[in-house]
Structures are given as C-alpha cells and as structure tokens.
T-cell receptor
Framework: NAGVTQTPKFRVLKTGQSMTLLCAQD?????MYWYRQDPGMGLRLIHY???????AKGEVPDGYNVSRLKKQNFLLGLESAAPSQTSVYFC??????????FGPGTRLTVT | SQQGEEDPQALSIQEGENATMNCSYK?????LQWYRQNSGRGLVHLIL?????REKHSGRLRVTLDTSKKSSSLLITASRAADTASYFC???????????FGKGTMLLVSP
C-alpha cells in the first residue's frame, strides 16, 4: 500500500497562473483533507471532504477550490496563484475522526 | 482559529533525558491526538486519547489528559537523537468533522 501520495512534490508558479495538486489514497478512507503549513503557523485546514462528491470549507479556503469525484482522489486547485499562497501543502485522509494519514507534502512557491 | 496550543515552542535536551510537551485547548473534545513531524516530511500519528481516558502509554510515550483543565501532556522517556522532530497536538472538537492542530513544539535531542 502506498498510503497517501501527493503530486507534484515541488512547483514554482508565477502570480496569476493556475495549478492543481493531486492527492490519492489507497486505504478506502471516507475523509480527506487539504492543509497548508507556514512557518510559525502550524497546520491550517483549507478544505475537506467527508465522502465522495462532498466538499466543505476549512479555516482558510479563500483562493482555493477542491473536488472529490472519486473516493480515492482529492484535488486542490489554485485558479490564480498569489505570493501569499507560497506554502507547503499537505493532504491527509482518515476513517472518520480517527488518526489522519498524511502525504509527503507539496512545496509551492509563487513568485 | 486554532484550538490546541503547545508549550514550550522549542525544547532542547540531551539523549537519555525525558522530554515533556504540553497542549492546552479551549472547548469540549471527543479525543486528543499527538503527531510527530520530521523536518520536511508529513505528520505521523503517535497516539490518541479519548475524553474519558486520563492516561495512555505507547512504548516510550506517555500521554495524559485533564479535561477539567483542558490540557494534555506528552512525555517521551529516554529520548534519542532520532526523536528530534516537531510535535503537534490535535483536538477533535465536539460537533465538528475536522481536527484542529496546534502550532507545535520543536524538540531537539543532542547526542
């Protein structure tokens, strides 16, 4: 089992460009999450999903969109990247509100 | 807003010593979890303690929970250099479908 995988691992964008981050899990988990981690800020929840076809906003959803068309995949989109979105992005999954399994992260720089 | 707050922000000890980290939170919870993050990696779940439990052990880890004081502590006994990492508490706030992470304690264990 691969667990939780994230694509890509690194990306540099120019302001205004768009991109999609892909998260995939092979544990048949219902819940999936997208977080961003900035120095001194801990983990902040962007969006989450409690099942296929559902999404909900987290603490910092502005500037991001998500989709969960398949149970195993959770996509995070940036429509028009801004320098404030420079961060490390982590995806996680869980079976309900138990331990979360994290991916290795995507390091995004917006110039 | 973040519910869990770890204390201290940073801790530096020698190998063989014990390390204690504290977490305080604000509202009623179903459970509290501790995670570890090695530099540049995703978080790894360490232990979950439910609101009706007071103490839990896992190997060299000991977690306590005091719901009256809304606080938890993580004790790592006989620390090793490999324990060097950031440690986060995460709370499962009643009525919500997500975890709230604190900002973490950075632990440095010197050989």
């Amino acid at each position: 089992n691969a667990g939780v995988t994230q694509t890509p691992k690194f990306r540099v964008l120019k302001t205004g460009q768009s991109m999609t981050l892909l998260c995939a899990q092979d544990m048949n988990h219902e819940y999936m999450y997208w977080y961003r981690q900035d120095p001194g800020m801990g983990l902040r929840l962007i969006h989450y999903s409690v099942g296929e076809g559902t999404t909900a906003k987290g603490e910092v959803p502005d500037g991001y969109n998500v989709s969960r068309l398949k149970k195993q995949n959770f996509l995070l989109g940036l429509e028009s990247a801004a320098p404030s979105q420079t961060s490390v992005y982590f995806c996680a999954s869980s079976a309900q509100l138990y331990e979360q399994y994290f991916g290795p992260g995507t390091r995004l720089t917006v110039t | 807003s973040q519910q869990g707050e770890e204390d201290p922000q940073a801790l530096s000890i020698q190998e063989g010593e014990n390390a204690t980290m504290n977490c305080s939170y604000k509202t009623s919870i179903n459970n509290l979890q501790w995670y570890r993050q090695n530099s540049g990696r995703g978080l790894v779940h360490l232990i979950l303690i439910r609101s009706n439990e007071r103490e839990k052990h896992s190997g060299r880890l000991r977690v306590t929970l005091d719901t009256s004081k809304k606080s938890s502590s993580l004790l790592i006994t006989a620390s090793r250099a490999a324990d060097t990492a950031s440690y986060f508490c995460a709370t499962d706030e009643r009525g919500y479908s997500t975890l709230t992470f604190g900002k973490g304690t950075m632990l440095l264990v010197s050989p």
